[in-house]
């Protein structure tokens, strides 16, 4: 994953951009959540990275999540709270596909 693919949907150093595909999936999550963003969920680990602009180190990439990286770790505490298996929808799958 690249930071300008972050930057491009919308998660910037300056917040998240009015229209974009990031305040779309804040405005979801939000809903979805009883009106807040969870801390840890898809928008906020996404708008994290696209603020620091430390996606490139994280461990997602355009051929699926690098072994011993914060991304594998995610992947493996999100898979274990989900009985097993990555949640469609969830923060990882959500992330990698960013």
Known sequence: ???????????????????????????????????GVPSGG??????????????HSSGFTSSGISGGSKASSMMSREATSHGGGVPRGGTTSTVQSI
């Open 1 to 35: 994953m690249s930071d300008q693919n972050v930057r491009n949907a919308g998660f910037t150093s300056s917040g998240i951009t009015g229209g974009s595909r990031a305040s779309s999936m804040m405005s979801h999550e939000a809903r979805s959540s009883g009106g």
């Open 42 to 55: 898809p928008t906020s680990t996404l708008q994290g990275m696209g603020a620091k602009g430390t996606t």
